[in-house]
């Protein structure tokens, strides 16, 4: 079921790790680094909003809807939601209004931070549905608003840049208009009659007293996980401010550039694991109880080992290509560098967000899911702001590197107080084994640092990789296809 679920959402992980590969090789194209910068920091001061105001809303559906649903309250929970999501955006207009008030910076900045806001508030929509459609394993239905937001964003991205030329504002107003399109069509389908969903309607029967201890639970479960969301985006995002601030807005862009093709693969397919195995663990939990989520988890824990030991690895050794196919050539001296240190620290940091934090929201203990954030993000900006001044964009990395690591160490020691995972050490084993022999096999090219060269050496990992996964059953892969054959050979 967790392989059939995974590959149910694989049209949306396609269709959003190639637009966002499209709008990099594009936007670090038209763009001059400086402008590409100012462009990052206008999604980070988004991404900062839509983490800090919304994403708790988006982890209490996941994890709360299903058991409302059960309890045949799953009206009292969708007017629960719609309030929280409401509250949101007042909060998000009366911050940002604050801040831009108050703001005496370059103007340049100031605009930047003023586009960022419609960007925050079509992708907190977009987000909040498509959290609805997970948790309800509207497999579906989530698929078609993720490919649809994508298209719309990136059409709308290069529209604004040859309506309005290459400036960051432009591309963020772009951005904004094609989600917010996305969007509408999307409330538009959930209004109709019938359409059910948290954020719309759901069965069950509401009432005041429903309505109040839904309100409660999403409260108790989600505001705990504001501070820590904002931590971790700390963690993974406050460099950008560092770099903006002591390095200038060119090496900013340099540094986005390079996370975005780390972020745009790694971890568009951890997520992707993730968003069909986190609810299926949910759904165990609620169902069976905690034995039968434990086995879940060993399931999804397996299988992102086998897609996140590759990834990172095959971003490692394929630097020189990515950066020569994927971005302009005023970035891809710095992002080859980059990238290895940037793919190395993805892959603690996937371990710890996509499978070991999963414990702290099985045992509904999300203020715990502070203390493994909180020392790792101080850690990081301590160093970078220590590093970076020294050597570069490089100790901004190293300083990722070191804090990620912090975190994950954390995450394990007080995850397994909260909800203890097993440890997938056989599966980790055998994804180790054959990536060894995909990094064997890339070792052994010398194909060009061009797209013909990018395409051989991913053909070449892949392959190596699938044939020693199949030799090693790892998460069964070869069992699988054993008993399907028969069954095909046969129909």
Request: positive net charge; glycine residues 12%; aromatic residues 8%.
């Given at each position: 079921?967790?392989?059939?679920?995974?590959?149910?959402?694989?049209?949306?992980?396609?269709?959003?790790?190639?637009?966002?590969?499209?709008?990099?090789?594009?936007?670090?194209?038209?763009?001059?680094?400086?402008?590409?910068?100012?462009?990052?920091?206008?999604?980070?001061?988004?991404?900062?909003?839509?983490?800090?105001?919304?994403?708790?809303?988006?982890?209490?559906?996941?994890?709360?809807?299903?058991?409302?649903?059960?309890?045949?309250?799953?009206?009292?929970?969708?007017r629960a939601a719609l309030r929280g999501f409401?509250?949101?955006?007042?909060?998000?207009?009366?911050?940002?209004?604050?801040?831009?008030?108050?703001?005496?910076?370059?103007?340049?900045?100031?605009?930047?931070?003023?586009?960022?806001?419609?960007?925050?508030?079509?992708?907190?929509?977009?987000?909040?549905?498509?959290?609805?459609?997970?948790?309800?394993?509207?497999?579906?239905?989530?698929?078609?608003?993720?490919?649809?937001?994508?298209?719309?964003?990136?059409?709308?991205?290069?529209?604004?840049?040859?309506?309005?030329?290459?400036?960051?504002?432009?591309?963020?107003?772009?951005?904004?208009?094609?989600?917010?399109?996305?969007?509408?069509?999307?409330?538009?389908?959930?209004?109709?009659?019938?359409?059910?969903?948290?954020?719309?309607?759901?069965?069950?029967?509401?009432?005041?007293?429903?309505?109040?201890?839904?309100?409660?639970?999403?409260?108790?479960?989600?505001?705990?996980?504001?501070?820590?969301?904002?931590?971790?985006?700390?963690?993974?995002?406050?460099?950008?401010?560092?770099?903006?601030?002591?390095?200038?807005?060119?090496?900013?862009?340099?540094?986005?550039?390079?996370?975005?093709?780390?972020?745009?693969?790694?971890?568009?397919?951890?997520?992707?694991?993730?968003?069909?195995?986190?609810?299926?663990?949910?759904?165990?939990?609620?169902?069976?109880?905690?034995?039968?989520?434990?086995?879940?988890?060993?399931?999804?824990?397996?299988?992102?080992?086998?897609?996140?030991?590759?990834?990172?690895?095959?971003?490692?050794?394929?630097?020189?290509?990515?950066?020569?196919?994927?971005?302009?050539?005023?970035?891809?001296?710095?992002?080859?560098?980059?990238?290895?240190?940037?793919?190395?620290?993805?892959?603690?940091?996937?371990?710890?967000?996509?499978?070991?934090?999963?414990?702290?929201?099985?045992?509904?203990?999300?203020?715990?899911?502070?203390?493994?954030?909180?020392?790792?993000?101080?850690?990081?900006?301590?160093?970078?702001?220590?590093?970076?001044p020294r050597f570069g964009l490089i100790g901004?990395?190293?300083?990722?590197?070191?804090?990620?690591?912090?975190?994950?160490?954390?995450?394990?020691?007080?995850?397994?107080?909260?909800?203890?995972?097993?440890?997938?050490?056989?599966?980790?084993?055998?994804?180790?084994?054959?990536?060894?022999?995909?990094?064997?096999?890339?070792?052994?090219?010398?194909?060009?640092?061009?797209?013909?060269?990018?395409?051989?050496?991913?053909?070449?990992?892949?392959?190596?990789?699938?044939?020693?996964?199949?030799?090693?059953?790892?998460?069964?892969?070869?069992?699988?296809?054993?008993?399907?054959?028969?069954?095909?050979?046969?129909?």
């Amino acid at each position: 079921m967790l392989i059939r679920h995974v590959f149910g959402y694989l049209p949306a992980q396609i269709a959003a790790g190639g637009g966002a590969v499209l709008l990099l090789a594009g936007l670090t194209r038209l763009l001059p680094p400086e402008a590409y910068g100012l462009y990052a920091l206008g999604t980070a001061i988004a991404l900062f909003g839509q983490t800090y105001l919304f994403h708790w809303l988006d982890l209490a559906i996941a994890r709360l809807y299903p058991e409302a649903l059960a309890r045949g309250e799953g009206a009292a929970f969708a007017r629960a939601a719609l309030r929280g999501f409401r509250d949101a955006l007042l909060a998000a207009g009366l911050l940002f209004g604050l801040g831009l008030a108050l703001y005496d910076g370059p103007a340049a900045e100031w605009r930047v931070a003023a586009a960022a806001l419609p960007l925050l508030v079509v992708r907190a929509v977009v987000m909040a549905r498509l959290n609805a459609h997970r948790a309800a394993l509207q497999v579906g239905r989530y698929v078609r608003l993720e490919v649809g937001q994508t298209l719309a964003g990136l059409a709308g991205a290069f529209a604004a840049v040859w309506l309005w030329g290459d400036s960051a504002v432009a591309v963020l107003l772009g951005l904004a208009a094609g989600a917010g399109l996305a969007a509408l069509a999307e409330l538009a389908t959930a209004a109709r009659p019938g359409v059910e969903g948290p954020g719309v309607g759901g069965p069950g029967a509401g009432g005041p007293g429903r309505d109040a201890a839904a309100t409660a639970a999403l409260l108790r479960f989600g505001l705990p996980l504001t501070a820590g969301f904002a931590l971790e985006f700390l963690l993974t995002t406050g460099n950008r401010f560092v770099i903006q601030a002591l390095l200038g807005p060119a090496a900013l862009g340099h540094w986005a550039a390079a996370a975005a093709v780390v972020e745009r693969s790694t971890g568009l397919l951890l997520g992707g694991v993730a968003a069909a195995a986190f609810p299926l663990a949910v759904r165990a939990l609620e169902r069976d109880g905690p034995a039968a989520a434990r086995a879940q988890m060993g399931q999804n824990g397996g299988l992102l080992l086998a897609v996140a030991l590759p990834a990172a690895a095959g971003l490692a050794l394929t630097a020189e290509h990515l950066a020569a196919v994927l971005v302009g050539p005023a970035f891809r001296a710095p992002v080859a560098a980059l990238l290895p240190w940037l793919a190395a620290a993805a892959l603690p940091f996937g371990l710890m967000a996509h499978y070991f934090d999963h414990a702290f929201h099985l045992a509904r203990r999300p203020a715990a899911f502070i203390l493994t954030l909180g020392p790792a993000a101080a850690l990081n900006l301590a160093l970078c702001a220590l590093l970076v001044p020294r050597f570069g964009l490089i100790g901004a990395a190293w300083a990722n590197l070191a804090a990620v690591a912090a975190a994950l160490a954390l995450s394990i020691l007080l995850g397994r107080r909260a909800f203890a995972l097993p440890w997938p050490l056989a599966s980790a084993a055998k994804a180790g084994l054959a990536t060894l022999a995909m990094a064997g096999a890339l070792r052994l090219l010398d194909l060009p640092a061009d797209a013909a060269g990018l395409c051989g050496m991913v053909a070449a990992g892949a392959a190596a990789y699938a044939a020693a996964a199949l030799a090693l059953d790892l998460c069964g892969c070869r069992t699988a296809l054993r008993r399907r054959i028969p069954r095909e050979a046969t129909a």
